[in-house]
RNA sequence: GGCGACGUAGCCAAGUGGUUAAGGCGGAGGUCUGCAAAACCUCUAUCCAGGGGUUCGAAUCCCCUCGUCGCCUCCA
């Protein structure tokens, strides 16, 4: 059986036929005005697990991913930190890379900006009011829904039933309350940039069909995003570009993430609850903060919690400590491994299962610490494990921090002397060394091979 | 009000028609260890928000109720 994907557009989970050769993915990024936060977090890392499961069934991807550099809030942003908009878009866009790199998120292969994009986003715009479906008011244009039958078939919303709620004062010139901006004129001290409509800048969902357009084509396979970006921003976005290319649908397949809830409201900039993905880091192990991401599936909403990240933090060690055994020849076939793997497999194609496939991770990794003598049979159940890791993305390889804290040195020295004492069987003085150590979160392990240690993962 | 998502053990969370309801954390016991830690082994939901219904059979399908959240437009 196929991959299989979760659709709003549909309404169901479908079967994934790709259109060509490249499956061509495109992912609403964000608004660079302050550090990704953990709502981030969830969103990039799922996408980057579809696209690592795109390629692990041997799909060539090309996924491109936005940022929106220019808009109210990146201008809002610049008048309270005193620096410009574009000073505001490129401090927030390195920090978008940095969190992301630490959380092994694999770069798009392009990363279009509204800035960018500006001459291509007016000729779509004149495009638009060319082909009758948008209207020029004093130097602001809208889309006019009315013109576009399928208005609604994201979000499920029909003129008579969702539309009710909508904003009763029109803006003036607005002929429909669906209506929305496609070119804003710009207000006084505002960046602008120059259109046949005069000085303005472009509405919030015109740049994403631009930007598709632009770098995939007029019809692409996925396009993913939050789910709070259903309506309007992706129905919108539907509107725009339908009816700019006569080209449908759109995006074939559409999954939406589940949304980081915080106290029982989504976390995002705007509400100021939100927890950035740098203090994450901080404190957790990248790939625990990851492991922890993916334990809830994509579409299901997601509360976070540090209990959470505690236990993510313990749960990787039986990963780490399977995955990171030294490698021995793989010889012969080994069934348990390759079904373990069929498992794996089975369960990320039914629409990116996670969790269920850490499950088998967890199984695989047992096997491996349990049968470590066993060399033919652990060698091909840690390259299997170590398949299942890379599809997922885990970031095992990489050093959790606390050996490099500056007290090493001075624990290394405690360590050793504690070892000298152990040699002379003084136990009591060793237990003793061992236990205060403990008390300052510091966990000694002792082994054949020596005395290792590392930070407890419950110190604040 | 409309549309959508969700409600499974102490906590997190898979499973969406069929033998014993994955996995993780926590907890209990054991092996190992000078004692610990780590690792490994065993145990830890007669039951899937509640109530009806369909079916030989439902956590899984249908209806109703309750609860939580998201969205309802140039955005606080």
Redesign the pocket.
């Given at each position: 059986m196929g991959l299989r994907i979760?659709n709003?557009l549909s309404?169901r989970k479908d079967e994934f036929i790709p259109s060509g050769e490249t499956v061509s993915m495109y992912v609403c990024g964000m608004t660079p005005k302050f550090h990704p936060h953990v709502g981030h977090a969830r969103l990039f890392v799922a996408v980057d697990v579809m696209r690592r499961i795109f390629e692990y069934r041997g799909y060539r991807v090309r996924h491109v991913q936005n940022f929106t550099d220019i808009?109210?809030?990146t201008i809002a942003r610049a008048q309270a930190e005193g620096i410009t908009p574009e000073e505001v878009a490129r401090k927030y866009t390195e920090s978008y890379f940095e969190s992301m790199a630490s959380l092994n998120v694999l770069p798009a292969h392009e990363y279009p900006t509204v800035t960018g994009v500006m001459s291509r986003i007016v000729d779509y715009v004149q495009g638009l009011v060319d082909k009758g479906f948008a209207y020029v008011v004093e130097g602001?244009v809208w889309f006019e829904?009315g013109k576009f039958p399928d208005?609604g078939q994201l979000?499920?919303?029909?003129e008579?039933?969702?539309?009710?709620?909508?904003?009763k004062d029109l803006?003036?010139g607005?002929r429909?309350?669906?209506?929305?901006?496609l070119w804003?004129s710009a207000k006084p001290g505002e960046p602008s940039w120059p259109s046949p409509w005069g000085e303005g800048r472009p509405?919030?969902?015109i740049e994403c069909s631009t930007m598709v357009r632009e770098t995939l084509g007029d019809q692409i396979d996925v396009h993913a995003g939050?789910?709070?970006?259903?309506?309007?921003h992706h129905?919108?976005e539907i509107a725009q570009s339908e009816a700019y290319t006569g080209c449908r649908p759109f995006a074939r397949y559409w999954p939406?993430v589940?949304?980081v809830?915080t106290d029982?409201?989504?976390m995002?900039h705007?509400?100021m609850n939100f927890t950035t993905i740098h203090d994450v880091l901080g404190k957790y192990d990248p790939a625990a903060v990851r492991?922890?991401l993916l334990?809830?599936?994509?579409?299901?909403?997601?509360?976070f919690?540090e209990?959470?990240l505690?236990?993510?933090t313990?749960?990787i060690?039986?990963l780490k400590?399977?995955y990171g055994g030294s490698d021995e020849p793989t010889e012969g076939e080994c069934p348990e491994a390759a079904a373990l793997l069929v498992r794996f497999d089975e369960?990320v194609e039914?629409?990116f299962?996670t969790?269920?496939?850490?499950?088998?991770?967890?199984?695989t990794?047992?096997?491996?610490?349990?049968g470590?003598a066993n060399v033919p049979e652990t060698a091909a159940l840690r390259a299997a494990l170590r398949t299942m890791v890379g599809v997922l993305g885990l970031p095992l390889d990489v050093e959790a921090p606390s050996n490099s804290s500056s007290a090493a040195p001075f624990i290394d020295l405690l360590v050793e002397t504690?070892s000298a004492l152990?040699v002379e069987?003084q136990?009591?003085m060793?237990?003793r060394l061992?236990d205060r150590l403990?008390e300052l979160g510091v966990?000694?392990?002792?082994?054949p091979r020596g005395?290792?240690w590392r930070f407890s993962e419950d110190r604040t």
């Open positions: 979760s709003t309404g808009d109210d809030k602001d829904v208005y979000s499920k919303r029909t008579e039933s969702g539309m009710v709620g909508v904003r803006e003036p607005k429909d309350p669906r209506d929305f901006a804003k509405g919030w969902h939050g789910q709070d970006l259903i309506f309007p129905e919108n939406h589940g949304l809830m029982n409201e989504k995002a705007s509400l492991l922890y334990q809830v599936h994509y579409r299901a909403p997601m509360a919690s209990d959470g505690v236990s993510a313990r749960s060690r039986t400590l399977a369960l039914d629409d299962n969790p269920g496939a850490l499950g088998v991770l967890f199984d990794a047992h096997e491996v610490n349990r470590a504690r152990r069987r136990w009591a060793s237990d061992r403990a966990i000694l392990e002792d082994s005395t290792a």
